[in-house]
């Protein structure tokens, strides 16, 4: 099983970023999703997408300024990022569930409860 994650890159405070991210192996996915890690800080949960019953969350720092997406047929993930702020820079790494089928959200929300993990994209927003 491999993740590749891509997108990341160089913007200014308020630009766009799209990451996407590529699941690929003998698996059923049953969840994707980001998560963070800034200069300094733990890995924090981002946004997910459950695939089994097609609904998303999203940390509240995020919501309603980025967007998880999925192409099912392509088992890839996105993230539209939009209004970035500084404080979004971070590596980005996307992380796949296989097991069990229908993750609860609490399990969705922790990066324990990844099975598989991508190696990362750089994202810095200049202020």
């Known amino acids: 099983v491999q993740l590749q994650a891509s997108g990341g890159g160089l913007v200014q405070a308020g630009a766009s970023l799209r990451l996407s991210c590529a699941a690929s192996?003998?698996?059923?996915?049953?969840?994707m999703g980001w998560f963070r890690q800034g200069p300094g800080k733990d890995r924090e949960f981002v946004a997910a997408?459950?695939?089994?019953?097609?609904?998303?969350t999203y940390t509240n720092s995020v919501r309603g300024r980025f967007a998880i997406s999925r192409d099912k047929a392509k088992n890839t993930v996105y993230l539209q990022m939009n209004s970035l702020k500084h404080e979004d820079t971070a590596i980005y790494y996307c992380?796949?569930?296989?097991?069990?089928?229908?993750?609860?959200?609490?399990?969705?929300?922790?990066?324990?409860?990844?099975?598989?993990w991508g190696q990362g994209t750089l994202v810095t927003v200049s202020s």
């Open positions: 997408f459950r695939w089994t019953r097609g609904d998303t």
């Open positions: 192996g003998p698996f059923a996915i049953s969840a």
């Open positions: 992380a796949a569930i296989t097991r069990p089928t229908n993750p609860i959200t609490s399990t969705l929300w922790s990066p324990g409860g990844y099975d598989y």
